[in-house]
Each structure stands twice: as C-alpha cells, then as structure tokens.
Nanobody
C-alpha cells in the first residue's frame, strides 16, 4: 500500500483559490498517473483532474468539464502532485481525494468515468468548503 496524504483544504469564499497537495514518501509519483476526486455530501465520488505519468505515459493533464479553466493539476516534485483551484464556486464544496494508478507508466484515460476504476491507492481526503 502506498500512503498518499492530501493537504491544503479549508474554507474560502466564492471566487477564491486553494492549493491542494498530494504527497507520498518512499514512492516516486512521477512514474504513475495521479488523479484528484471529490465527494460532496449525498453524492458519488467524481473525478476532477488527472495527470499522466511523464516517463512512459503522455505526461498530459486531463480535466472534467466542470473544472476546466479553473483547476490546474501539476507535479511539484517527484513525490508531490498539486491541484490549484481558482475561481471556486459553492458547488466545489466537497472532500477532495488524491489517488494513484498502481500500474507503472500509465496515461490517464480520456474518459474520466473510468478514472476511479484505474486508481489503486487512495488518500484519506481533505475538506474544501466554499461559501457564497
């Protein structure tokens, strides 16, 4: 099991920004696809953004329509993936989870509905609350 730890959640007003981090130790996230998900109260967990492995995968970032243009997923270093969230809306309120695909060198699927099935390692989540 690979430990993934999310941080950076908090409370912010609508239109504000937050920067979430997903970090691990003893495991090089660079070699693996990593995705962010969120789960709002009473709703199913949904994919937010995914970044492919850069070594063998395509190295690209993928977004769902609701976050495109507002959220940016990137790699900060070999062990950390960042989700920069700008122009936050009340509907972005949720617990945010990061997850990693356990298969070496994978690219994210272009179909975000399959991301959840592709990921094998999950963090415990960090709460984001956006007030209007």
């Amino acid at each position: 099991q690979v430990p993934l730890v999310e941080s950076g959640g908090g409370s912010v007003q609508s239109g504000g920004s937050l920067r979430l981090s997903c970090a691990t130790s003893g495991y090089t996230l660079d070699y693996y696809a990593v995705a962010w998900f969120r789960q709002a109260p009473g709703k199913q967990r949904e994919g937010v953004a995914c970044i492919s492995s850069g070594d063998i995968g395509d190295g690209l970032a993928y977004y769902v329509d609701s976050t495109k243009g507002r959220f940016t997923i990137s790699r900060d270093n070999a062990n950390t993936v960042i989700l920069q969230m700008d122009n936050l809306k009340s509907e972005d309120t949720a617990v945010y989870y990061c997850a990693a695909d356990p298969r070496f060198g994978r690219s994210c699927s272009k179909n975000s509905n399959t991301w959840k099935d592709d990921m094998g390692y999950w963090g415990k989540g960090t709460l984001v609350t956006v007030s209007s």
